[in-house]
């Protein structure tokens, strides 16, 4: 595993995070014992960085099982808050408190390196205000009790990117942008450098479209992209690799993100 300096934190980053969505859930069912596996093989192979969200299922509570016992000061720990359901979003200043506290007993731990507000853009962006509004100002609270070291914002959205980039955030993790299939995110990196503000590329996979098992069923890529991407993962099959080490690869020879 390689590591990387990381403005976050006063330690090395591995390259590679464990984001908790997939045991959590969100894409397919998976069993308790394999998720809590998987966890452990991350660890084992030297990544130090996970992250979940109350909306991955039960994420918190498994990663809280998994990485319970390892040394707190060798990992780093992300969260995120205001979504908790396909269709449920409260970005409210009590919501956002609830939310971290009950994070924190499933995690075990006194503090998160850093906590997002997740998917603010989402339902046509009616909660904007109120997430860059109260929830920001919530989470700006506990960073200033050293509960959180650092807050940002999880999105999909470019121009919620440009936005984030001129207000008081320390990070912003953008899915689905820097990739095989989209390589977008690279117009917003010298900005993101001049303002001190840290991108996280996640979804690296492009949310199973660079996997061998395909998208979930809810991924809106209609059947003829679906099956040209089957063929992509056969043909780096047939070259003895997998379409996610060619995936991983290409995210991670890029040193701006």
Not at 112 to 117: G, W
Not at 178 to 202: F, M, S
């Amino acid at each position: 595993m390689k590591y990387n300096k990381w403005a976050l934190g006063d330690r090395p980053v591995s390259e590679l995070s464990f984001g908790g969505s997939a045991v959590g859930g969100v894409f397919r069912p998976v069993a308790e014992q394999d998720a809590i596996a998987a966890v452990t093989a991350a660890w084992e192979s030297g990544m130090n960085y996970f992250d979940m969200s109350p909306f991955y299922g039960n994420s918190e509570e498994l990663l809280g099982r998994a990485l319970r016992g390892l040394p707190r000061d060798e990992l780093y720990l992300s969260t995120k808050v205001g979504r908790y359901g396909w269709e449920n979003f409260d970005y409210s200043t009590e919501r956002v408190r609830e939310s971290l506290t009950n994070s924190l007993a499933l995690l075990h731990t006194d503090h998160f390196d850093l906590v997002f507000l997740h998917d603010v853009e989402y339902q046509g962006g009616k909660h904007l205000g109120q997430a860059l509004g109260e929830g920001l100002t919530e989470l700006r609270r506990f960073k200033r009790l050293g509960v959180v070291r650092a807050v940002g914002v999880a999105t999909y959205s470019l121009p919620v990117v440009n936005d984030c980039l001129h207000r008081e955030i320390d990070a912003i993790l953008v899915h689905n942008h820097y990739n095989l299939l989209d390589t977008r995110l690279e117009d917003v990196k010298e900005l993101a450098a001049a303002r001190g503000v840290t991108i996280l590329n996640a979804s690296p996979l492009a949310s199973g479209l660079l996997s061998s098992a395909g998208p979930a069923a809810w991924h809106p890529v209609n059947e003829d992209g679906r099956a040209l991407l089957k063929s992509a993962a056969a043909l780096c099959e047939g070259c003895g690799t997998s379409i996610e080490a060619v995936a991983l690869r290409f995210a991670v020879a890029s040193d701006a993100f």
